[in-house]
T-cell receptor, first 112, second 112 residues
Framework: DAKTTQPNSMESNEEEPVHLPCNHS???????IHWYRQLPSQGPEYVIH???SNVNNRMASLAIAEDRKSSTLILHRATLRDAAVYYC?????????????FGKGTLLTVNP | DSGVTQTPKHLITATGQRVTLRCSPR?????VYWYQQSLDQGLQFLIQ???????AKGNILERFSAQQFPDLHSELNLSSLELGDSALYFC???????????FGNGTRLTVT
């Protein structure tokens, strides 16, 4: 399985942008890049995913490097509610045998 | 609210016992996934079912088994419990191969 590397922790201030990096140098051509986050005492929550092009949704933006060996999750204005563990994950394969392998993620602290 | 319901929320039992965890997926989702989250191992994929059939297996012990019923709810059976089985068990569901996973809030299992 292709692996991802994320910083263990990051800190941000409320209402400032946050850029969460992820390295995935062994990504294959058919691997999607997924981001999930886990708030305290809750199950993981889907944030965004993409294949090659940058993606935007109401929660965040995903910037994917041209060689796809890295990506960045962008929270445009961090709030206290964004404090969570953020996981960058690569999908394993296509077809119906689809699973996500979570790593340790990045613990994001948001300061008021 | 993800739409995925897990019961019970908490379970305390003794070593050697057997327990059953239940998951109701989001309405319309055919796939159910089980994950285990412990402090030292992070989120580990256990098993996936699609419309009643097992589709993918991860790090699931032989003492553990699962099934998905015709109404699409799923049960995870854990037997001959050991102290090391104490963890959060999450269920997730999705509607298609690259669709986001929607996680429940988990069942916290404590084995004493």
């Amino acid at each position: 399985d292709a692996k991802t590397t994320q910083p263990n922790s990051m800190e941000s201030n409320e209402e400032e942008p946050v850029h969460l990096p992820c390295n995935h140098s062994t990504i294959s051509g058919t691997d999607y890049i997924h981001w999930y986050r886990q708030l305290p005492s809750q199950g993981p929550e889907y944030v965004i995913h993409g294949l090659t092009s940058n993606v935007n949704n109401r929660m965040a933006s995903l910037a994917i490097a041209e060689d796809r060996k890295s990506s960045t999750l962008i929270l445009h204005r961090a709030t206290l509610r964004d404090a969570a563990v953020y996981y960058c994950i690569l999908s394993n394969s296509g077809g119906s045998n689809y699973k996500l392998t979570f790593g340790k993620g990045t613990l994001l602290t948001v300061n008021p | 609210d993800s739409g995925v319901t897990q019961t019970p929320k908490h379970l305390i039992t003794a070593t050697g016992q057997r327990v059953t965890l239940r998951c109701s997926p989001r309405s319309g989702d055919l796939s159910v996934y089980w994950y285990q989250q412990s402090l030292d191992q992070g989120l580990q994929f256990l098993i996936q079912y699609y419309n009643g059939e097992e589709r993918a297996k991860g790090n699931i012990l032989e003492r553990f088994s699962a099934q998905q019923f015709p109404d699409l709810h799923s049960e995870l059976n854990l037997s001959s419990l050991e102290l090391g089985d104490s963890a959060l068990y999450f269920c997730a569901s999705n509607s298609g191969t690259y669709s986001p996973l929607h996680f429940g809030n988990g069942t916290r299992l404590t084995v004493t």
